[in-house]
T-cell receptor, first 109, second 114 residues
Framework: GEDVEQSLFLSVREGDSSVINCTYT??????LYWYKQEPGAGLQLLTY?????DMKQDQRLTVLLNKKDKHLSLRIADTQTGDSAIYFC?????????FGSGTQLTVLP | GAVVSQHPSRVICKSGTSVKIECRSL??????MFWYRQFPKQSLMLMAT?????????EQGVEKDKFLINHASLTLSTLTVTSAHPEDSSFYIC??????????FGPGTRLTVL
């Protein structure tokens, strides 16, 4: 299977929380990142977590890492229409990055 | 954070022509840069690793004669799509790691081949 897997689509109502999930197979990752890509735009680093951490919170964003299950999640609290974008789970080993397929988040009014 | 630029941001060309895309690290030096390709609504696929002063390393399935990479200096890598065809139309993104190995991405180049 794919090295980094994500579900392709997620729809939430404005104001609700969004949870985007990611699983990976290679446990040698040093960092795990979440990138945001808006239509026709480049990549924006949202947040990251070091592989020896379990959780990281940054304003509306919460990243949870379960190393045993090789599962990473990104929670966006109080989701807004401006959060509609594709979110990529990315793992880093040495100097190389491996991207997940991306999750298209649609925020409904 | 560090800044990586790409030029041009958009290019439209005729089939059979060659197109050069530049990737620059603006405030740091990068001995290595990475070139990615992204098809519509798909993930980024690593095409090649550009190494300053030596040959690029291409990922499996990427034609090195089709996608020429030149890492001319510590701040510039170029990707030339030779004899472009419509199937080469895509979004090309470069990235460069700084001294702490954090990757910084360029804004991307949208290539459309008619």
């Amino acid at each position: 299977g794919e090295d980094v897997e994500q579900s392709l689509f997620l729809s939430v109502r404005e104001g609700d929380s969004s949870v985007i999930n990611c699983t990976y197979t290679d446990s040698s990752s040093t960092y795990l990142y979440w990138y945001k890509q808006e239509p026709g735009a480049g990549l924006q680093l949202l947040t990251y977590i070091f592989s020896n951490m379990d959780m990281k919170q940054d304003q509306r964003l919460t990243v949870l890492l379960n190393k045993k299950d090789k599962h990473l999640s990104l929670r966006i609290a109080d989701t807004q229409t401006g959060d509609s974008a594709i979110y990529f789970c990315v793992r880093r080993t040495a100097r190389q990055l491996t991207f997940g397929s991306g999750t298209q988040l649609t925020v409904l009014p | 954070g560090a800044v990586v630029s790409q030029h041009p941001s958009r290019v439209i060309c005729k089939s059979g022509t060659s197109v050069k895309i530049e990737c620059r690290s603006l405030d740091f030096q990068a001995t290595t840069m990475f070139w990615y390709r992204q098809f519509p609504k798909q993930s980024l696929m690593l095409m090649a690793t550009s190494n300053e002063g030596s040959k690029a390393t291409y990922e499996q399935g990427v034609e090195k004669d089709k996608f020429l990479i030149n890492h001319a200096s510590l701040t510039l890598s170029t990707l030339t799509v030779t004899s472009a065809h419509p199937e080469d139309s895509s979004f090309y993104i470069c990235s460069a790691p700084d001294d702490s190995n954090e990757q910084f991405f360029g804004p991307g180049t949208r290539l459309t081949v008619l």
